[in-house]
């Protein structure tokens, strides 16, 4: 059962040592973000479902995303947060390509700190660094069911420069949607908002294969409870990568506050099926959410 899965949490990678601050080390996170969520050894886990838990305060999110800030106290805050593994790193300028070093660590101490070295290179849409992780995950006693890689592994047609641009878009996704902006939110909303939307073109405008860019895109439009938009933009990432359980998740969301069960249902369950969970369980899920939802609205 789902449950009685390890959760695991992606932080933000930092730069490396003597690296100037971009955006990249966020896109890499987000990127492994999206990987790790699929994987069938974890409980679906989101870093943006605990940010202000772990970082109280938004200047040390950012302060942590520029390398500024100690190392977290992983101990402490997996006791504390229920969160077992914590996987971290760094990033650093490799030629044309990014040396990604990354650490996975056991907040119960039962194991020792796994460490990896990869690179990740555009020219082959980000293949080689997909298949080394999941390769390294393996190595690390996470292994996954035969069939189930190809739901982890797509090709993201990105940039380095792409990359950038997604990182930094996320960074204020992160700040404004856990902590709101003053100035830029839209009074209309009730929730921390991304009035703004326009901001986060670029990510989308620079790669407009990537699904991670239409993925976060979906998102920021879903802040904002622009749901139609978001759906399309959720559909332009799962046309380019049919497994993307993030962008499911936001079809999902989509149709609960449009009050379309029928579709609700369908991402929900096309999730669990990657994830290798219940069927029943989504829906139920899907009942539960629609329930809450229009309870709140009516």
């Given at each position: 059962?789902?449950?009685?899965?390890?959760?695991?949490?992606?932080?933000?990678?930092?730069?490396?040592?003597?690296e100037?601050?971009?955006?990249?080390?966020?896109?890499?996170h987000?990127?492994?973000?999206?990987?790790?969520?699929?994987?069938?050894?974890?409980k679906?886990?989101?870093?943006?479902?605990?940010i202000?838990?772990?970082?109280?305060?938004?200047?040390?999110?950012?302060?942590?995303?520029?390398?500024?800030?100690?190392l977290?106290d992983?101990?402490?805050?997996?006791?504390?947060?229920?969160?077992?593994y914590?996987?971290?790193?760094?990033?650093?300028q490799h030629?044309?390509?990014?040396?990604?070093?990354?650490?996975?660590?056991?907040?119960?101490?039962?194991?020792?700190?796994?460490?990896?070295?990869?690179?990740?290179d555009?020219?082959?849409h980000?293949?080689?660094?997909h298949?080394?992780f999941?390769?390294?995950?393996?190595?690390?006693?996470?292994?996954?069911?035969?069939?189930?890689?190809?739901?982890?592994i797509w090709?993201?047609?990105?940039?380095?420069s792409?990359?950038?641009?997604?990182?930094?878009?996320?960074?204020?996704?992160?700040?404004?949607?856990?902590?709101?902006?003053?100035?830029?939110?839209?009074?209309?909303?009730?929730?921390?908002?991304?009035?703004?939307?326009?901001?986060?073109?670029?990510?989308?405008s620079?790669?407009?294969?990537?699904?991670?860019?239409?993925?976060?895109k979906?998102?920021?439009?879903?802040?904002?409870?622009?749901?139609?938009?978001?759906?399309?933009?959720?559909?332009?990432?799962?046309?380019i990568?049919?497994?993307?359980?993030?962008?499911?998740?936001?079809?999902?969301w989509?149709?609960?506050?449009?009050?379309?069960?029928?579709?609700?249902?369908?991402?929900?369950?096309?999730?669990a099926?990657?994830?290798?969970?219940?069927r029943?369980?989504?829906r139920?899920?899907v009942?539960?959410?629609?329930?809450?939802a229009w309870?709140?609205?009516?």
């Amino acid at each position: 059962m789902d449950e009685n899965k390890p959760r695991l949490i992606v932080l933000p990678l930092q730069p490396g040592q003597n690296e100037p601050y971009d955006g990249i080390g966020l896109g890499v996170h987000f990127l492994l973000g999206n990987i790790v969520a699929a994987h069938p050894a974890f409980k679906e886990f989101w870093f943006g479902w605990r940010i202000k838990k772990i970082f109280l305060e938004k200047n040390r999110l950012a302060a942590y995303c520029r390398g500024e800030d100690p190392l977290l106290d992983i101990t402490t805050l997996g006791k504390e947060q229920k969160i077992r593994y914590w996987l971290h790193g760094r990033v650093q300028q490799h030629r044309n390509e990014m040396k990604i070093s990354l650490v996975l660590t056991d907040s119960r101490g039962e194991s020792e700190d796994q460490t990896a070295e990869l690179i990740l290179d555009p020219a082959d849409h980000l293949i080689r660094f997909h298949k080394a992780f999941l390769a390294w995950l393996d190595a690390c006693g996470f292994p996954a069911p035969v069939a189930q890689p190809a739901a982890t592994i797509w090709p993201e047609k990105t940039t380095i420069s792409s990359l950038d641009l997604l990182g930094q878009d996320l960074e204020t996704y992160y700040l404004r949607s856990s902590w709101g902006d003053d100035g830029l939110l839209d009074p209309e909303l009730s929730d921390p908002g991304l009035s703004d939307s326009g901001l986060f073109d670029p990510a989308v405008s620079t790669a407009p294969s990537s699904y991670l860019a239409h993925d976060l895109k979906g998102w920021v439009l879903y802040k904002n409870k622009r749901y139609k938009a978001a759906d399309e933009s959720f559909r332009s990432a799962i046309n380019i990568n049919a497994t993307g359980i993030g962008a499911m998740s936001g079809r999902m969301w989509c149709a609960v506050y449009t009050n379309d069960k029928e579709s609700a249902y369908k991402w929900a369950t096309a999730k669990a099926d990657i994830r290798g969970e219940s069927r029943e369980g989504a829906r139920a899920g899907v009942d539960k959410r629609m329930k809450k939802a229009w309870a709140q609205t009516g």
